[in-house]
C-alpha cells in the first residue's frame, strides 16, 4: 500500500512531463519540418554566423 | 551525351555547362568552397531542374518585408526548385554568408524560407538576387494570409490526442490493477483509491479532449439534427459522470476507462483525416502565395515602377520580362514573344504573340520581354474566373454523405431512442432502482458505440489508400474511393492525360539526319520547347556558333534560320498542322519540322480494360478537332468532343450528370480543373496544375495510365469489404443490444465484445492488401 502511494504519483508526475514535453514540442515547431531536420544534422558547417532564436 | 555540371540537364558536347547561367551558379558555389553540395545531392527528375532564369522576373521582394523596432527585416518566402536536403543546405549556407543576415531557415517539408537580415529592406534584392542565380525561384508570401485556420483545427486535435492519449494509457494502468483485485481480494479502501486517481486523470481529460466532439455535437442539436457526435457525447460524459457519482458511494464499477479509450480512438480518427484534408490544401496555398507577386507598371512618361497587383488597373500599361509569370489579362502593345498558356487551355505548344494578341493572367511569357494593355485584374480576369468555376463545383460535390454518414443518420437516433428505452423499461416495467436503470441505459450506448460500425469503412479506406499510396496514387478525398465504386463514365483529358503532355518531333516525311543535326545545333541555344524537343531527338548536336535569337520569330546563325514559317519563307497555308519549325538556308527548300504530342504508351490497353469493366469511355479536350481525332482513334475512344473551353467541359459533365451518370473525370491542366471539381470523383496525374491537382480526388504518379485501371478495381473491392465489414458489425449489434437492454452485460464482457468486433472488421480490411488489384 505505501508503496503504491508513492509509485503511482511518481508515474504520474513522469507520465505528466511527457506530455507536457509533447506540448511544448508541438508548440515551439518541432513537428513543422520532419524531413530537413534529419538531414541537416548531416550537414555539418562550422562557419554558420551565430543564428538568433 | 554530357549533363552539365550545374542543373543536370543536357549540355553541348565537349562543354561542362548547358548555358551561361549555369556556368554563373557553379562559379558562385564553388567561389563560396561549397562544391561539396554537388556530390551531396540528389536531383528529383520531378522537380524544376536549377536552370537560373536568363532574367529574373523582378520581385519586390522589399514591399513584402517586415521590419521590426530592432532593424531587423524579416522576410517569409516560398522557394521553388528544392531537390534534396543539400539544397536546403546551399540555400541556407549562402544565405548566411552574407552581409547582414542573421537568421536563415529554410522548411524542407512546407519549402518555406525564413530570413532576416539587420540594415535596410532594400537588401533583399540583393540578397535573393544569389538565390536566383543558383537557379532556385522565390516567391514572396504573407504568413498571416495561409494556413492560420486549418492548421489551428490541426493543433487543437494534437493536443487533445496527446491529452487522451496520456489519460487513457494511465487510467488503463489503475484498471488493470482493479481487474486484478476483483480476483485476489483487494480491499476496498485501495479501490477507493484507484478510483479517486482514475477520476482524476480521466474528468479533466474528458472536460479537454472531449471538446471537438461536444462542440460539434451542440452545433447539430442547434440545427436540430443528430450526428455520431451525439451519442459519443451523451456516452462519454453520462459514463463519466456516473463513474463519479459511483466512486464517490465507494461502489465496485468505475468506467473512466471506457470513456477515455474511446475518446481516445476517435481523436485518432478525427486528426488523421484533418491531416489528409490539410495537406491537400497545400497546393492551393502555393497558387495563392504566387499571386502575391508584383507588378512591373509602365507609367505614361515611359518609367517603370513596381505595383501590388491590387493597384493595377486596367488601361495600364505592364512590363512583362521572359520567364515571368503574366499577372494580368491584357492586349500586348509591343514585342514579340512565346506564351505557354498551358495553365489555360491545356496545351503544350507554346503560342506566338505579336502586338494586338490578347494574353491572359497565369500564362507564361517565354521568349522576350512584353508591353501589356491592361483589361483586366484580379478577380475579373479569366484565371480567377476559372478558380470561382472550381470552387462553385466543389460546393456542389460537398453535398455528397459518405456511406458512414448516412448509416449514422438513422443509427444514432435508433440507438438514443434504445438507451431510452432501456432506461424507463427498467425503470418503470423493471421496477429497478434508477441507478441501475441508467448503468444498463450506459451499457446499451457503451456496447453500440459505433466502434465496429465507426471503424468499418475508415479502416478499409486506410488500407486501400496505403496500398495505392505505395503503387504511387494518392487518394486525397475520404468519400473518392465510395464514390469511385459507384462510377460508371470515365472522361479524358487529352493534352498531358491521355498523352504525355510533352511534344516529340515526328517526322512525315522523316528529315534528313544533317537537316536535323544542323537544326538542332542551332536549336541548342535556346529553351523554347519546340527547339528542347528538337535537341531531344538529336541530342549528340552540337552547338553552333553565333547563334542570334530573334524574339517571337526563331534562330539565326549568319544566313541560316530556323523558326516558323513566314519568317523563313515559306508561303501560308490554311491547313493547320500542329506545332511546326522551319529550317531556311540559302540555296536549299526550306525543311518542315512537324512536333506532336504522343499517346501514353499504356492508353489503349487501359481504355480497352476500363470498357471491359463496363465504363462508358468519351474523350473531351481543349485542342483542334484534327488532333483530337487522331488520338482518339489511337487510344481507340469512340465519343470525343475537341475545342471545349473550360465552362463547356463543366457543362458537359453537368450534362452527363444530369442523365444519371457517374462520371470519372481524369484531367491535367487548369482548363480541365472546373470539369475535375464537376465529375462525380476526379484523378490527375503528378505533372498537372496545381490548382487541377486540388481539385482531383486522387493524384497518380507515372507515365503510365494503369493506375485509373488499378485505382478503379481497388476502389470496387474496398466497396464490396466495407459492406461485409457492415454486415459484420450488425451481427455483433443485433447480438449484443439484447443482451445490454436485459442488463446482462458487465464492462468486462463489454469490453471483450467491442474489442473482438472490432478486431474481426480489421482483420477483414487488411484482406485488401493481399490478391489482385484488378
Known amino acids: ?53 | 551525351m554530357a549533363a552539365c555540371l550545374h542543373c543536370g540537364l543536357v549540355a553541348p558536347e565537349g562543354e561542362d555547362f548547358c548555358c551561361p547561367g549555369c556556368e554563373a551558379a557553379f562559379a558562385l558555389v564553388k567561389g563560396l568552397g561549397l562544391e561539396r553540395y554537388y556530390a551531396r545531392r540528389k536531383i528529383d527528375p520531378h522537380v524544376r531542374p536549377m536552370k537560373p532564369d536568363a532574367e529574373g522576373a523582378p520581385l519586390d521582394f522589399a514591399a513584402h518585408a517586415k521590419t521590426d523596432g530592432a532593424g531587423i527585416n524579416t522576410l517569409h518566402l516560398m522557394v521553388e526548385g528544392l531537390h534534396c536536403a543539400a539544397c536546403v543546405w546551399l540555400i541556407e549556407t549562402v544565405l548566411s554568408r552574407q552581409a547582414g543576415v542573421t537568421w536563415a531557415r529554410l522548411n524542407m517539408t512546407t519549402r518555406r524560407l525564413v530570413l532576416k537580415w539587420q540594415g535596410e529592406a532594400q537588401l533583399a534584392e540583393a540578397l535573393l538576387a544569389t538565390i536566383a542565380a543558383l537557379g532556385y525561384r522565390a516567391v514572396p508570401y504573407d504568413p498571416a494570409l495561409l494556413d492560420a485556420e486549418s492548421r489551428g483545427r490541426e493543433r487543437e486535435l494534437l493536443r487533445a490526442l496527446a491529452v487522451a492519449g496520456f489519460a487513457a494509457g494511465n487510467v488503463m494502468l489503475l484498471s488493470v490493477a482493479v481487474w486484478a483485485g476483483h480476483y485476489q481480494g483487494m480491499g476496498s479502501a485501495t479501490r477507493d483509491l484507484l478510483h479517486w486517481l482514475s477520476a482524476l486523470i480521466a474528468l479533466p481529460a474528458i472536460v479537454y479532449a472531449g471538446v471537438p466532439f461536444f462542440r460539434s455535437a451542440l452545433s447539430a442539436l442547434a440545427a436540430a439534427r443528430v450526428n455520431m457526435d451525439v451519442p459519443i457525447s451523451i456516452a462519454v460524459v453520462l459514463a463519466g459522470g456516473m463513474s463519479l457519482l459511483d466512486t464517490m458511494q465507494g461502489r465496485e464499477h468505475a468506467y473512466f476507462d471506457s470513456a477515455v479509450t474511446l475518446l481516445f480512438f476517435l481523436l485518432i480518427g478525427r486528426y488523421l483525416d484533418q491531416r489528409a484534408r490539410s495537406k491537400a490544401r497545400g497546393s492551393a496555398e502555393h497558387l495563392l502565395a504566387l499571386r502575391a507577386t508584383a507588378l512591373t507598371v509602365i507609367d505614361p512618361s515611359g518609367a517603370h515602377r513596381l505595383l501590388p497587383p491590387t493597384q493595377v488597373t486596367p488601361g495600364m500599361k505592364v512590363f512583362a520580362s521572359p520567364g515571368e509569370r503574366i499577372a494580368v489579362d491584357g492586349t500586348v502593345v509591343s514585342g514579340h514573344s512565346d506564351v505557354d498558356a498551358g495553365l489555360i487551355n491545356g496545351e503544350s505548344a507554346p503560342l506566338a504573340v505579336a502586338p494586338g494578341a490578347r494574353v491572359f493572367a497565369g500564362t507564361l511569357n517565354l521568349s522576350a520581354p512584353i508591353v501589356i494593355d491592361v483589361t483586366a485584374v484580379g478577380e475579373d480576369t479569366l484565371l480567377a474566373e476559372i478558380v470561382r468555376l472550381v470552387e462553385t463545383a466543389e460546393q456542389g460535390r460537398a453535398r455528397y454523405v459518405a456511406l458512414a454518414d448516412r448509416v449514422a443518420r438513422w443509427y444514432a437516433p435508433v440507438v438514443h431512442t434504445l438507451a431510452l428505452a432501456t432506461f424507463l423499461g427498467w425503470m418503470l416495467v423493471g421496477d429497478a432502482p434508477w441507478r441501475d436503470a441508467i448503468l444498463y441505459a450506459i451499457a446499451v450506448l457503451v456496447v453500440t458505440c459505433p466502434c465496429a460500425l465507426g471503424l468499418a469503412v475508415p479502416v478499409v479506406q486506410v488500407v486501400t489508400s496505403g496500398r495505392l499510396l505505395r503503387r504511387g496514387i494518392l487518394v486525397k478525398s475520404g468519400t473518392a474511393l465510395e464514390r469511385l465504386a459507384e462510377a460508371d463514365t470515365v472522361v479524358f483529358d487529352k493534352t498531358g492525360t491521355l498523352t504525355t503532355g510533352k511534344l516529340e518531333l515526328v517526322g512525315t516525311p522523316a528529315p534528313r539526319p544533317d537537316d536535323l543535326a544542323l537544326a538542332a545545333s542551332l536549336a541548342a541555344a535556346s529553351t523554347h520547347p519546340l527547339a528542347r524537343a528538337l535537341v531531344r531527338a538529336a541530342p549528340e548536336a552540337a552547338v553552333h556558333s553565333g547563334v542570334r535569337e530573334v524574339p517571337g520569330q526563331g534562330l539565326e546563325a549568319g544566313s541560316i534560320r530556323l523558326g516558323n514559317r513566314e519568317w523563313c519563307g515559306v508561303a501560308d497555308t490554311d491547313e493547320d498542322e500542329g506545332p511546326e519549325i522551319w529550317l531556311s538556308r540559302p540555296g536549299k527548300l526550306p525543311v518542315r519540322f512537324g512536333f506532336s504530342d504522343t499517346l501514353r504508351a499504356d492508353a489503349d490497353t487501359v481504355v480497352g480494360s476500363l470498357k471491359e469493366c463496363g465504363f462508358d469511355v468519351e474523350l473531351l479536350s481543349g485542342d483542334r478537332t484534327g488532333a483530337v481525332r487522331i488520338m482518339a482513334h489511337k487510344a481507340g475512344i469512340e465519343n470525343w468532343l475537341a475545342q471545349r473551353t473550360p465552362a463547356q467541359k463543366a457543362e458537359r459533365l453537368a450534362l452527363l450528370a444530369a442523365s444519371g451518370k457517374k462520371v470519372v473525370m481524369i484531367g491535367d491542366g487548369m482548363n480541365d480543373a472546373p470539369a475535375l471539381a464537376a465529375a462525380h470523383v476526379s484523378l490527375s496525374p503528378s505533372s498537372a496544375a496545381d490548382v487541377s491537382q486540388n481539385a482531383a480526388d486522387m493524384v497518380f504518379q507515372g507515365d503510365a495510365l494503369a493506375p485509373v485501371a488499378e485505382a478503379v478495381g481497388m476502389a470496387r473491392r474496398a466497396k464490396l469489404i466495407i459492406h461485409q465489414n457492415f454486415a459484420l458489425a450488425f451481427t455483433y449489434n443485433v447480438l449484443s443490444v439484447p443482451l445490454a437492454m436485459a442488463g446482462m452485460v458487465t464492462p468486462l464482457i463489454a469490453a471483450i465484445a467491442m474489442s473482438a468486433s472490432s478486431l474481426v472488421v480489421i482483420l477483414n480490411a487488411l484482406r485488401l492488401n493481399r490478391g489482385p488489384a484488378l
Open chain 1, 1 to 53: 500500500m505505501n508503496t503504491l502511494l508513492l509509485l503511482i504519483p511518481v508515474s504520474l508526475i513522469v507520465g505528466l512531463v511527457a506530455l507536457g514535453a509533447f506540448m511544448w514540442a508541438m508548440r515551439s515547431g518541432q513537428f513543422d519540418d520532419l524531413d530537413g531536420a534529419a538531414n541537416r544534422i548531416l550537414f555539418d558547417d562550422d562557419e554558420t554566423p551565430e543564428q538568433e532564436d
